[in-house]
């Protein structure tokens, strides 16, 4: 993802409350703890299905009868939830009550309890993603039923960061075009049409210089743009570099955050609002970036940064006439003391977007030299921390130095007009 390189609000209508009703069929909760809270469970999953239906079938009025309706804020705070996934091409959806969690509330007949929400976007989700949340249940006016009344605990969710997705923040806009969802807010949705544009063309042309990854992924690109910073500040350790600087981000999304053995359901793009007023092709360079770290996926997990990075600025560019591909001018004044291959310092210092442009031409001198399929068997040789030292003699005959300087020699040979 990039870091130095340029690289809510839908109106809320007042909702009116409905009458509440009940159901006769329902045993009513339990007063005291029980033995294991088979009851509270059984009633909670009860509440949790009948909000998921409504979710799907976007049906408003069983989705509110789900909810403490005594609560205006809660109600309006959930209206805006279900507008956002009702905009969603949602494929699959349901809830499920982690029994063993339930924590009653002193002095009271209400409950505390973690929930499961498996949600899939069809034709972006390889698999459903698992989320947990905290809800707390109450009893319901007419006693025989446990209805939400809040969805937010602020200490439980600081000890889980990275668990939310921005249509659980606030409002979003959503617009879509063939093989793109992209998620705004009012304040970005204007450039709606020149990132789904570019993210439209960039997905061929990313394919186009990769090919097959091997891997089972969701044909479709989720991008986010969005002001508010809540999203990206519960990617903490999530990512590399700061989420705040950042012009783009690529952010895996797990099937199950609680079971890293379960994989990936998708990889979607960031591209931070101040992007938005780019150029078209400085904007289009950008997000070929940021997908062809989706498209790999987690191929070369582990590569060193100079390669993975280098691989995406080669990419990003291929598309482009070799008179506009830009080079920043710090580049070439860093080329006559490069001695070896960057690292992470280098990527976090002042001069990152210098040692991009070399990562780049390092690896347009492998694909010069070695054929541009070189680049991916190097991902995959370097994959899971290997040693660069060993690997790349070994597959290209020469050491870590020689090919840095070997690429800033051909960096500098065709920005300065030589053959």
């Given at each position: ?98 029994a063993d969690t339930i924590t009653p509330v002193e002095g009271s007949e209400d409950y505390w309890v973690e929930v499961v929400l498996s949600l899939g976007l069809d034709g972006y989700d390889a698999a459903p993603t698992r989320t947990r949340d905290r809800f707390l249940f109450t009893r319901s006016r007419d006693g025989r039923r446990l209805v939400i009344t809040s969805t937010t605990d ?80 519960g990617l903490a350790d999530r990512t590399v570099g700061d989420p705040d600087r950042a012009d783009g981000l690529t952010i895996a999304v797990p099937v199950d955050g609680t079971d890293p053995g379960q994989g990936v359901a998708s990889y979607r793009v960031f591209l931070n609002p101040r992007v938005l007023d780019q150029p078209v092709g400085v904007l289009g360079r950008l997000v070929r ?131």
């Open positions: 993802m990039s870091t130095a390189r340029a690289r809510t609000l839908l109106p809320v209508l007042a909702l009116l409350l409905l009458p509440l009703t009940a159901c006769s069929a329902d045993p009513p909760p339990p007063t005291d703890s029980g033995a294991g809270y088979d009851d509270v469970a059984t009633l909670i999953q009860r509440t949790l299905d009948k909000r998921a239906r409504g979710l799907r079938t976007h049906d408003v009025a069983r989705f509110r009868k789900a909810l403490d309706r005594s609560d205006p804020g809660l109600v309006q705070e959930q209206q805006t939830y279900f507008d956002n996934l009702a905009q969603l091409p949602v494929g699959e959806l349901h809830y499920e009550v982690a602020h200490a439980w969710e600081t000890a889980h960061p990275g668990n939310v997705q921005p249509w659980d923040l606030g409002p979003i806009r959503v617009e879509r075009t063939a093989g793109v969802l992209g998620i705004f807010d009012d304040t970005t949705v204007r450039h709606a049409r020149e990132v789904l544009a570019a993210a439209g063309t960039g997905r061929s042309d990313v394919r186009g210089v990769i090919g097959s990854t091997g891997e089972d992924a969701p044909s479709g690109v989720v991008v986010y743009s969005l002001r508010d910073p809540a999203f990206l500040r970036h940021e997908l062809t770290h989706a498209t790999l996926g987690s191929r070369g997990r582990g590569a060193p940064l100079w390669l993975s990075e280098g691989v995406a600025e080669y990419v990003s560019v291929q598309s482009m006439a070799p008179a506009r591909r830009r080079l920043p001018a710090r580049a070439l004044d860093l080329a006559a003391g490069v001695r070896d291959l960057p690292g992470a310092a280098q990527f976090g210092s002042a001069d990152a977007e210098a040692w991009y442009a070399v990562s780049w031409w390092v690896c347009e001198y492998v694909a010069s030299v070695y054929g541009r399929p070189m680049l991916f068997l190097l991902l995959d040789r370097l994959a899971d921390g290997a040693d660069q030292a060993q690997v790349l003699p070994e597959v290209l005959g020469v050491t870590p130095a020689q090919l840095a300087q070997r690429g800033v020699g051909l960096m500098a040979r065709t920005y300065s007009g030589q053959e």
